[in-house]
């Protein structure tokens, strides 16, 4: 699981370039303060291990791929949807940065040995977070499968 986190954390960042940060969460309600959204935090979702018989055994590891935006109270719905110049240069919203990402991440093996399957199993609906400063953020969760040999 380390070693695909990590593949992810670096993919993901090289990839999507107006994310202001890209890493590994313990908690997905605790995201890091510093950073400006947009931004993506990962968390381990486990490891289901599969013995097959003759053969070598498969793993099923899941990923949580969390995308925090701006929550704007002026305009109903840009954290979703978008709004330009208010979000960020891109001013994307929460769908269209998943959408990148799943165009980016499903049957992407990351060169990680064994790696034979990555897939976007499903999409949360999006909710708000608040932190200690009272700063609101729109929070939307998307679950990845990946499968390996091992």
């Known amino acids: 699981m380390k070693a695909l986190l990590e593949a992810l954390v670096t993919a993901i960042a090289g990839e999507l370039d107006y994310l202001s940060w890209v890493g590994v969460l313990d908690d997905e309600l605790l995201p890091p303060e510093e950073p400006a959204p947009p931004f993506v935090g990962l968390k381990d979702g486990g490891i289901i291990p599969q013995s097959l018989p003759s053969k070598k055994d498969v793993e099923t590891l899941t990923v949580h791929v969390l995308v925090y935006q701006s929550l704007l109270d002026a ?30 991440l499903n049957d992407n093996f990351l060169s990680q040995a064994n790696i034979h399957w990555a897939h976007r199993d499903r999409l949360d609906a999006s909710r708000t977070l608040a932190n200690d400063e009272g700063r609101l953020i729109q929070l939307q969760r998307a679950i990845y499968t990946y499968r390996r040999y091992v």
């Open 75 to 104: 305009e109903p719905g840009a954290s979703i949807l978008g709004a330009t110049g208010q979000l960020g240069d891109p001013g994307k919203g929460l769908l269209t940065i998943h959408d990148e990402l799943k165009t980016f």
